[in-house]
Nanobody, 117 residues
Framework: QVHLAESGGALVQAGGSLRLSCVASGDIFSRNIMAWYRQAPGKERELVAQMSSDTTTHYADSVKGRFDISRDNKNNMVFLQMNSLKPEDTGVYYC???????????WGQGTQVTVYS
């Protein structure tokens, strides 16, 4: 079992920046994927960015060049630096963990990001 705790969501003006953090605890397998998803009101949850334990990254097209995902593997943390925020970035941001051996998936409770113009 893996527990994920996010922090860093806030109300921010368009053009501003935020940094989200997520710490994982529990049975952490060294080979894994950590990611950020978001869900806007009335929309499906979507992948924002992911980074595997071998540092391979993937970003949604809508955030490329603005968002940066990073990890602190020693402390089982993942971060999302969000720059040049837009109102369409508004949503609940969820931390995601996929265990590498059997593909077990875990989700955090989410943190609200609201970008106003």
């Amino acid at each position: 079992q893996v527990h994920l705790a996010e922090s860093g969501g806030a109300l921010v003006q368009a053009g501003g920046s935020l940094r989200l953090s997520c710490v994982a605890s529990g049975d952490i397998f060294s080979r894994n994927i950590m990611a950020w998803y978001r869900q806007a009101p009335g929309k499906e949850r979507e992948l924002v960015a992911q980074m595997s334990s071998d540092t391979t990254t993937h970003y949604a097209d809508s955030v490329k060049g603005r968002f940066d995902i990073s990890r602190d593997n020693k402390n089982n943390m993942v971060f999302l630096q969000m720059n040049s925020l837009k109102p369409e970035d508004t949503g609940v941001y969820y931390c995601y963990f996929e265990e590498g051996a059997f593909g077990y998936e875990f989700w955090g409770q989410g943190t609200q990001v609201t970008v106003y113009s």
